[in-house]
């Protein structure tokens, strides 16, 4: 029986193909070995089309049938859809015949899906900027050399204005504005080479926690406990952390091996639930999943952990979840609200504000220690697992950090945003 594989806008991406390539509807018959009638009927979506037939009238039209079936695809309708309300315009665009646009005008679509994404970059690239120069260190510390630079110079320069000064005494201040003005070049041009170093100086390492995760992203995250790592460019620091991150691996290896971790989570995708089946802290487990190769998790997987004050202590991207490399995330992040009740795990399906968020499921549980017994600080540790979430597409409600993000009357809000 021939196979049946239907969608109310074929017939018309048919047409719409069959004119873009100047055949004549009897032409296009002829080809697929049908009357005209019956193509007029499936050009105007009064028959389903599927089999042999949909492969010969995609064979004359030049594509696939998957082009005819489906249309232009998810990302194109996102990207249009991304574009029809970016702007206030009037009228509005018709949001609800995107479909019938990637049809009758595929190429114009094309363009304006590209048009869109390439202002969703250049929006993202200028939040980036915006957020650096907010909170970068290295900026920081150079626009600090410069603004004491230029005081020092003007208080000699205005010492050297007032009055008379003896002859030791003016070749000290002129040695003092010499030098001061060699020091307020030097750093200039520091910074100049800095901001101009483009896309590359904007993610160099600036502390241990980010030389070990850059060293990690090189590897894909796939390391074992027992490996001598090559840390070759790491500082003292940076290998001392990468020590004692491996030295974490191991221990988790030990104590939850990756071939019984994955026969658990094949049985059971859910972690809080693994971890009480394998009676392991649920951290040790997220993590060690995070850990697991992709095709065994299903997609891309993210991890976020911070200690009791909110900082972040490691962080692993993932594409469709922004974490901000300067400054605190949001807070209305599922990690966080599990800070304020460690006792309460969470599952939460969830997408960020932006252009290239994505739906994910969010798994979030804290561990409390005292490691100095009764008496001593408690320690914590909350871990956040981020995996692909396939079956929902819930509204945009966090963000990556109060300085990105567009989300109006947020009574979380720390600042505004820049954008």
Same mark, same amino acid.
């Given at each position: 029986?021939?196979?049946?594989?239907?969608?109310?806008?074929?017939?018309?991406?048919?047409?719409?193909?069959?004119?873009?390539?100047?055949?004549?509807?009897?032409?296009?018959?002829?080809?697929?070995?049908?009357?005209?009638?019956?193509?007029?009927?499936?050009?105007?979506?009064?028959?389903?089309?599927?089999?042999?037939?949909?492969?010969?009238?995609?064979?004359?039209?030049?594509?696939?049938?998957?082009?005819?079936?489906?249309?232009?695809?998810?990302?194109?309708?996102?990207?249009?859809?991304?574009?029809?309300?970016?702007?206030?315009?009037?009228?509005?665009?018709?949001?609800?015949?995107?479909?019938?646009?990637?049809?009758?005008?595929?190429?114009?679509?094309?363009?304006?899906?590209?048009?869109?994404?390439?202002?969703?970059?250049?929006?993202?690239?200028?939040?980036?900027?915006?957020?650096?120069?907010?909170?970068?260190?290295?900026?920081?510390?150079?626009?600090?050399?410069?603004?004491?630079?230029?005081?020092?110079?003007?208080?000699?320069?205005?010492?050297?204005?007032?009055?008379?000064?003896?002859?030791?005494?003016?070749?000290?201040?002129?040695?003092?504005?010499?030098?001061?003005?060699?020091?307020?070049?030097?750093?200039?041009?520091?910074?100049?080479?800095?901001?101009?170093?483009?896309?590359?100086?904007?993610?160099?390492?600036?502390?241990?926690?980010?030389?070990?995760?850059?060293?990690?992203?090189?590897?894909?995250?796939?390391?074992?406990?027992?490996?001598?790592?090559?840390?070759?460019?790491?500082?003292?620091?940076?290998?001392?952390?990468?020590?004692?991150?491996?030295?974490?691996?191991?221990?988790?290896?030990?104590?939850?091996?990756?071939?019984?971790?994955?026969?658990?989570?094949?049985?059971?995708?859910?972690?809080?639930?693994?971890?009480?089946?394998?009676?392991?802290?649920?951290?040790?487990?997220?993590?060690? *999943?995070?850990?697991?190769?992709?095709?065994?998790?299903?997609?891309?997987?993210?991890?976020?952990?911070c200690d009791g004050s909110?900082? *972040?202590?490691?962080?692993?991207?993932?594409?469709?979840?922004?974490?901000?490399?300067?400054?605190?995330?949001?807070?209305?992040?599922?990690?966080y609200q599990v800070l304020?009740?460690?006792?309460?795990?969470?599952?939460?399906?969830?997408?960020?504000?932006?252009?290239?968020?994505?739906?994910?499921?969010?798994?979030?549980?804290?561990? *409390?220690?005292?490691?100095?017994?009764?008496?001593?600080?408690?320690?914590?540790? *909350?871990?956040?697992?981020?995996?692909?979430?396939?079956?929902?597409?819930?509204?945009?409600?966090?963000?990556?950090?109060?300085?990105?993000?567009?989300?109006?009357?947020?009574?979380?809000?720390?600042?505004?945003?820049?954008?």
């Amino acid at each position: 029986m021939e196979a049946r594989m239907e969608s109310g806008r074929a017939g018309a991406r048919i047409r719409a193909r069959r004119a873009d390539r100047g055949i004549s509807q009897a032409e296009l018959a002829r080809r697929a070995g049908i009357s005209a009638s019956y193509l007029n009927l499936i050009e105007h979506d009064k028959r389903p089309i599927g089999g042999r037939v949909l492969n010969q009238i995609a064979r004359a039209l030049g594509t696939d049938t998957t082009r005819l079936v489906e249309g232009a695809g998810p990302d194109l309708e996102r990207a249009l859809r991304r574009a029809a309300n970016a702007l206030p315009t009037d009228p509005a665009p018709e949001s609800d015949r995107i479909e019938q646009l990637t049809t009758d005008f595929p190429g114009w679509s094309a363009l304006i899906g590209a048009q869109s994404r390439r202002i969703a970059a250049l929006e993202r690239q200028v939040a980036e900027l915006g957020d650096r120069m907010a909170h970068d260190p290295v900026l920081s510390a150079s626009v600090h050399d410069i603004l004491s630079a230029a005081t020092a110079i003007r208080s000699t320069a205005a010492i050297l204005k007032d009055g008379d000064l003896a002859a030791e005494w003016l070749e000290r201040f002129h040695r003092n504005v010499d030098e001061d003005s060699r020091r307020l070049a030097r750093t200039a041009q520091g910074l100049a080479s800095y901001l101009t170093a483009g896309e590359g100086a904007s993610h160099d390492a600036v502390s241990p926690q980010e030389e070990v995760e850059a060293w990690l992203a090189a590897r894909d995250f796939r390391v074992a406990g027992d490996e001598e790592p090559n840390a070759q460019g790491l500082s003292e620091q940076g290998r001392a952390a990468l020590a004692a991150y491996l030295a974490e691996v191991r221990a988790d290896a030990a104590a939850l091996p990756e071939e019984r971790l994955l026969t658990a989570f094949g049985l059971a995708g859910d972690p809080l639930a693994l971890a009480r089946t394998l009676g392991q802290p649920a951290g040790r487990v997220m993590r060690a *999943i995070a850990r697991l190769p992709v095709a065994a998790v299903g997609g891309p997987v993210g991890l976020v952990e911070c200690d009791g004050s909110g900082a *972040i202590l490691f962080r692993r991207p993932v594409p469709g979840f922004e974490m901000p490399r300067y400054g605190a995330p949001c807070s209305l992040w599922p990690l966080y609200q599990v800070l304020l009740m460690p006792q309460a795990p969470r599952r939460d399906a969830l997408r960020q504000f932006g252009a290239d968020s994505r739906p994910v499921e969010t798994w979030c549980a804290a561990e *409390i220690d005292h490691p100095e017994g009764y008496g001593g600080p408690a320690v914590a540790r *909350i871990t956040m697992l981020i995996l692909p979430e396939p079956d929902a597409d819930p509204a945009p409600s966090v963000g990556a950090t109060c300085r990105l993000c567009p989300r109006e009357g947020c009574a979380a809000r720390r600042e505004a945003a820049i954008l």
